[in-house]
């Protein structure tokens, strides 16, 4: 019996996308693109994935606590300076308390020879993905053979100081691809979401929240990491550790 290509391809593709590869990522650019979200074996292909970002020289990491329902320091660090409740703990708390990320795999049409590749959301383009799966005119909008496209926009308003994402499905619905092939590849090489980002212990999230409070203590303010990414708001900052997180 000979050798199966397509699989052979597939587990190639495989090794491209494990392991936290940034090439993984897809993030899409300014303008139009049509993008079609891929099934997954475990029938969710809208993950949701909790971070903590701004603590010292770490652009984010995973949080054991929402992610694994381990025990969590900073967590807990984030707990206790809300119930302080004074402006400075408030501030703090907000700033370290761990932030929904979204993501799901996807093949961007025009650039098919990339194969499946990981876009991260955030909460409203969530919402809005949720409203047309669960709209019976819509409904599985990632079957293969009977789901749709989308057109994604994405791009700064007018006057706004953030970029925009909106999501607009095709009025027909299209097959996933034009050949099982291609498809059984695609399915076979989604990128395994355990991998992606590094895994850290309860132990070393400690490590590094005491080593964050001991620079807290020496420069009597919030340290310049934490200031790293401030704007004029907390979903700004996110975006851009994320950014970072993801090269």
């Known amino acids: 019996m000979g050798i199966d290509m397509s699989k052979m391809r597939a587990k190639m593709q495989q090794l491209k996308n494990t392991g936290g590869n940034k090439s993984s990522f897809w993030r899409p650019q300014d303008g139009e693109q049509v993008i079609r979200i891929v099934p997954t074996a475990d029938g969710d292909p809208f993950k949701t994935i ?60 025009g650039e098919e020879g990339e194969g499946v590749r990981i876009w ?11 409203g047309y799966v669960l709209n019976p005119d819509y409904g599985d909008i990632t079957d293969p053979q009977t789901g749709v496209d989308l057109v994604l926009q994405y791009g700064k308003p007018a006057g706004a100081s953030f970029p925009k994402t909106t999501l607009t499905p095709r009025r027909k619905s299209t097959p996933l691809c034009d050949n099982s092939e291609q498809c059984s590849q695609w399915l076979d090489s989604i990128p ?51 950014n970072e997180l993801v090269g």
């Open 50 to 109: 909790w971070f903590h970002y701004n603590v010292g020289n770490n652009s984010g990491f995973l949080s054991p606590k929402r992610n694994f329902g381990e025990s969590d320091p900073l967590d807990e660090f984030v707990r206790k300076l809300f119930n302080e409740n004074t402006e400075e703990s408030v501030k703090m708390a907000k700033n370290l308390m761990a932030r929904q990320r979204f993501f799901s795999p996807v093949v961007v049409r």
């Open 192 to 242: 395994d979401f355990d991998s992606l980002f590094e895994r850290k212990t309860p132990e070393e999230v400690g490590a590094l929240l005491d080593e964050f409070l001991l620079g807290e203590e020496s420069a009597e303010e919030t340290s310049s990491e934490t200031h790293k990414y401030a704007g004029s708001s907390a979903a700004s900052a996110v975006d851009a550790a994320f």
């Open 120 to 130: 991260g959301y955030g909460k409203q383009v969530y919402e809005t993905l949720l």
